[in-house]
């Protein structure tokens, strides 16, 4: 395993491409989508072994109810089993596990599941496994403006900080590194709010593919990156003048 120079404490996830991994191989959708659900416990494990305290999976969101009804009846069934299997062995290691989404949505079933996993896995102090499901980035910013307006905050007392307070990952630091597998290059409506200043990886490798050796890469490459914050280096001189740029 590799030494890192920086070590993110919030990684954030789009597992994309099982349906193109399937595809390729001449398998249905679903299938990719089983073996999407194997690749998190790989992705999980080496990323708690290099010390990342929070993983965020992008794994199922709000555009997605819009999918085929099949498919769609396929990955509840897919997230109802893995809590089933993975649970106990997630508690026994030390994992806690979270949600944010609208958990409404999910079959009465699920959410009781969702919710005894959350439960059962609160004191533990492991890896934070935080799961969106049923999750979109606008909405989580709409929800977090109307409890403002549920407690009475003022418009001139609105602030960036009262937004974050509100936001469903409040009780989480803001990712450092969001990774998109499956090679496109945006992040869907995931984190709009949370990953302003996070750094972005994107790869080819279908989320299927990804596994202990390319979350290495991921890491390394952070580990390269020099996050500014929209600041320039002291003593360094930007154009015509300028102190600071706008940019991450």
Known sequence: MPALSSVPRHVAIIMDGNGRWATARGLSRVEGH?????????VAER??????PVLTLFA?????WGRPRAEVRAILGLASDFIDTRLAELDEADVR???IGDIGRLPRALRAKVRHAVERTAANTGLVLN???SYGGRADIVDAVRRLVDDGVRAEDITEEAIAERIATAHLPEPDLLIRTGGERRISNFLVWQAAYAEYY??????????A?????ALLEYGRRRRRFGLVPEGACA????TASAGA
């Open 131 to 133: 799961v969106a499901f």
């Open 213 to 217: 050796r390319a979350v290495d890469a």
């Open 239 to 242: 154009p015509d003048g300028l």
């Open 97 to 99: 596990l979270a949600h």
């Open 47 to 52: 990323l708690s072994q290099h010390g990342v």
């Open 60 to 64: 199922f969101s709000t555009e997605n």
């Open 202 to 211: 994107f790869t080819p490798t279908l989320w299927p593919d990804f596994d």
């Open 34 to 42: 089983r073996a999407g659900a194997l690749a998190i416990r790989t």
